[in-house]
């Protein structure tokens, strides 16, 4: 891009130099996504980490380099709109027939909107609407194996699709052939099966591999059909049979972290999973295959075809009022928006910059089913006449510093969305006994797993915890989280004297990084039958000694996992 070149000649060389970049971020992409075969194989967990890591610094460090460039090159006409709407068209041309059409386009927004610091969206120098991959004659991104012979011969050659060094591949196809059995005999009567699909490469995520695929039977029927592969130091064996939505639906969860699997028609295999998960936002497909920029593309397009098809407005969300966010949602639609106060009420000592650092901390974090991947948006603009009075009023009051209300628009410059979920507080009011004790049981967990991957939360508030359609307790407050290894987990000293005892404050010294196990369940605001629930399964997260061992582990470099279905769906072992 030279500023002395013809307005056309410069769009061409700009959008060739973003074409360009956009090979570039995929070839390193892809290469880093290759790597994690190998780091299953040798049981390099730490190096799958790594990696996992590098990918996600990838895009924006492109992307940077990008815009760099066109500062240099095209000086004061970097913002000449006359030549972005050629360099979009020609762009277009460039990338027209690529299987990965659409994440080229978001690529092309992601370095406009750095230029422009667009508000909203900018239909000239933006690509809107979906633009789907070409079909590729005869591209398949998965393997078919037809049911010709008895259900465990069929179950022995998906084994072999990849092959893994497996410690006894008889004993794993006895296993899974059985889990399969159990799955039809449950339907009450015997289906014929036809065939069975699995994606042509592994999932790899954590310290796991994923076979993805589907049970073809008789009238157009199918099963998911996901084989959860651990490698121990005898081989790899087949921990688990997932064949049900819900529990592949889990798998590819909007609070875990994402899979490394190498694929080139992604388009392709978001089809195939959505014929296995068809519940599931498209956003969080590609969002689960590490393709997060396009994830929150799809995702804000849905938010503007919502807002098309309906006359909803955003209201305040139900639930306590966040000291440091203010929450709203459409009652309609299934994401909440949260945007940062200008002040924090007492005690709340955080800073905007602090909460947005807790918020990058949890992306670039292992989730372990149990954070929220929260997409966060610069500069949304939304018509006024979508809020309610009293967000509005909200809005104005407690976070001016960031939000722009006029006569016609109300304009975010910065906000997250997440999936909306039922506040565990509210969920227990309403719910029965039995699943009253179930989320109380499904807390505890939710804090186990998030100690297991070196996560305190900080405030463990009912109200700060949500319930799933599945049942399942997600932690969604991030501005007290921190790691684990950063806190200081104190037993309580014993009071000296009865004047100790009756004390108000402490008698003893307290740093602001200590924490008292001991006192946790006294401010949960649970009820007495909750609290016997809670102590009957999680007692020893009242202890100093349970969060100092894990802290051991963590400091010591073990990589611990957490899977992501419960124990009871564990294959036998020998």
Same mark, same amino acid.
């Given at each position: 891009?030279?500023?002395?070149?013809?307005?056309?000649?410069?769009?061409?060389?700009?959008?060739?130099?973003?074409?360009?970049?956009?090979?570039?971020?995929?070839?390193?992409?892809?290469?880093?996504?290759?790597?994690?075969?190998?780091?299953?194989?040798?049981?390099?967990?730490?190096?799958?980490?790594?990696?996992?890591?590098?990918?996600?610094?990838?895009?924006?460090?492109?992307?940077?380099?990008?815009?760099?460039?066109?500062?240099?090159?095209?000086?004061?006409?970097?913002?000449?709109?006359?030549?972005?709407?050629?360099?979009?068209?020609?762009?277009?041309?460039?990338?027209?027939?690529?299987?990965?059409?659409?994440?080229?386009?978001?690529?092309?927004?992601?370095?406009?909107?750095?230029?422009?610091?667009?508000?909203?969206?900018?239909?000239?120098?933006?690509?809107?609407?979906?633009?789907?991959?070409?079909?590729?004659?005869?591209?398949?991104?998965?393997?078919?194996?037809?049911?010709?012979?008895?259900?465990?011969?069929?179950?022995?050659?998906?084994?072999?699709?990849?092959?893994?060094?497996?410690?006894?591949?008889?004993?794993?196809?006895?296993?899974?052939?059985?889990?399969?059995?159990?799955?039809?005999?449950?339907?009450?009567?015997?289906?014929?099966?036809?065939?069975?699909?699995?994606?042509?490469?592994?999932?790899?995520?954590?310290?796991?591999?994923?076979?993805?695929?589907?049970?073809?039977?008789?009238?157009?029927?199918?099963?998911?059909?996901?084989?959860?592969?651990?490698?121990?130091?005898?081989?790899?064996?087949?921990?688990?049979?997932?064949?049900?939505?819900?529990?592949?639906?889990?798998?590819?969860?909007?609070?875990?972290?994402?899979?490394?699997?190498?694929?080139?028609?992604?388009?392709?295999?978001?089809?195939?999973?959505?014929?296995?998960?068809?519940?599931?936002?498209?956003?969080?497909?590609?969002?689960?295959?590490?393709?997060?920029?396009?994830?929150?593309?799809? #995702?804000?397009?849905?938010? +503007?075809?919502?807002? $098309?098809? /309906?006359? @909803?407005?955003?209201?305040? !969300?139900?639930?306590?009022? *966040?000291?440091?966010?203010?929450?709203?949602?459409?009652?309609?639609?299934?994401?909440?928006?949260?945007?940062?106060?200008?002040?924090?009420?007492?005690?709340?000592?955080?800073?905007?910059?602090?909460?947005?650092?807790?918020?990058?901390?949890?992306?670039?974090?292992?989730?372990?089913?149990?954070?929220?991947?929260?997409?966060?948006?610069?500069?949304?603009?939304?018509?006024?006449?979508?809020?309610?009075?009293?967000?509005?009023?909200?809005?104005?009051?407690?976070?001016?510093?960031?939000?722009?209300?006029?006569?016609?628009?109300?304009?975010?410059?910065?906000?997250?969305?997440?999936?909306? #979920?039922?506040?565990?507080? +509210?969920?227990?009011? $309403?719910? /029965?006994? @039995?699943?009253?004790?179930? !989320?109380?049981?499904?807390? *505890?967990?939710?804090?186990?797993?998030?100690?297991?991957?070196?996560?305190?939360?900080?405030?463990?508030?009912?109200?700060?915890?949500?319930?799933?359609?599945?049942?399942?307790?997600?932690?969604?407050?991030?501005?007290?989280?921190?790691?684990?290894?950063?806190?200081?987990?104190?037993?309580?000293?014993?009071?000296?004297?009865?004047?100790?005892?009756?004390?108000?404050?402490?008698?003893?010294?307290?740093?602001?990084?200590?924490?008292?196990?001991?006192?946790?369940?006294?401010?949960?605001?649970?009820?007495?039958?909750?609290?016997?629930?809670?102590?009957?399964?999680?007692?020893?997260?009242?202890?100093?000694?349970?969060?100092?061992?894990?802290?051991?582990?963590?400091?010591?470099?073990?990589?611990?996992?957490?899977?992501?279905?419960?124990?009871?769906?564990?294959?036998?072992?020998?």
């Amino acid at each position: 891009m030279s500023p002395t070149r013809p307005p056309s000649s410069e769009a061409e060389r700009g959008a060739r130099a973003v074409h360009r970049a956009f090979e570039l971020y995929q070839r390193r992409f892809h290469r880093i996504t290759h790597g994690a075969r190998a780091h299953f194989l040798n049981r390099d967990w730490k190096a799958a980490r790594r990696d996992a890591l590098r990918r996600l610094d990838l895009y924006p460090r492109i992307v940077e380099h990008l815009v760099e460039g066109a500062h240099r090159a095209m000086g004061e006409r970097v913002r000449d709109r006359s030549v972005w709407t050629r360099m979009r068209a020609a762009y277009a041309g460039l990338i027209a027939g690529r299987p990965d059409v659409e994440l080229a386009e978001t690529f092309f927004n992601s370095f406009s909107r750095q230029i422009f610091d667009t508000v909203g969206v900018d239909t000239q120098i933006e690509f809107v609407r979906r633009e789907k991959a070409k079909p590729f004659g005869g591209v398949s991104v998965y393997k078919t194996f037809p049911a010709r012979g008895s259900l465990r011969e069929l179950v022995r050659q998906v084994l072999d699709h990849p092959a893994y060094p497996y410690e006894d591949v008889e004993r794993c196809a006895e296993l899974v052939t059985a889990a399969i059995g159990r799955a039809f005999s449950a339907r009450g009567r015997q289906p014929v099966l036809e065939a069975i699909e699995i994606i042509d490469k592994g999932f790899y995520r954590g310290r796991s591999a994923y076979m993805v695929g589907r049970i073809l039977l008789e009238g157009d029927r199918l099963m998911p059909l996901v084989l959860a592969l651990v490698h121990g130091p005898e081989g790899v064996r087949v921990d688990a049979v997932l064949l049900t939505e819900d529990e592949v639906s889990i798998l590819f969860s909007f609070t875990r972290s994402y899979f490394r699997v190498g694929i080139d028609h992604v388009g392709k295999v978001i089809e195939f999973l959505m014929a296995l998960m068809p519940r599931k936002p498209v956003a969080e497909l590609y969002n689960s295959l590490g393709y997060n920029k396009h994830g929150k593309t799809e #995702l804000y397009r849905d938010l +503007l075809k919502h807002l $098309a098809r /309906t006359s @909803e407005r955003f209201e305040i !969300a139900p639930g306590d009022r *966040g000291m440091v966010m203010i929450v709203f949602a459409m009652p309609g639609h299934g994401l909440v928006f949260k945007v940062i106060r200008d002040r924090f009420a007492y005690p709340k000592t955080a800073t905007r910059a602090h909460v947005k650092q807790r918020y990058q901390l949890v992306f670039r974090h292992d989730r372990a089913g149990r954070l929220i991947d929260a997409q966060e948006f610069e500069h949304l603009e939304f018509d006024r006449a979508r809020f309610s009075d009293e967000l509005l009023e909200e809005l104005a009051a407690e976070a001016a510093g960031s939000v722009r209300i006029d006569a016609e628009t109300v304009a975010f410059d910065h906000v997250y969305t997440e999936r909306r #979920l039922v506040p565990l507080n +509210l969920y227990l009011r $309403a719910a /029965t006994p @039995e699943q009253a004790r179930r !989320a109380v049981v499904e807390y *505890g967990r939710a804090i186990r797993d998030l100690a297991v991957t070196n996560i305190f939360p900080g405030d463990l508030l009912l109200k700060n915890f949500g319930v799933t359609r599945h049942g399942r307790v997600i932690f969604y407050d991030y501005d007290e989280l921190s790691l684990l290894t950063e806190c200081r987990f104190r037993d309580l000293p014993p009071p000296s004297d009865s004047d100790d005892e009756m004390r108000g404050e402490p008698w003893f010294y307290v740093d602001e990084r200590d924490i008292f196990p001991e006192e946790f369940l006294q401010f949960l605001g649970m009820t007495p039958e909750q609290r016997e629930w809670f102590l009957a399964e999680h007692a020893d997260l009242l202890t100093a000694r349970y969060w100092r061992d894990l802290q051991e582990r963590h400091r010591a470099g073990e990589v611990l996992d957490v899977a992501p279905y419960p124990p009871s769906k564990r294959l036998p072992r020998g």
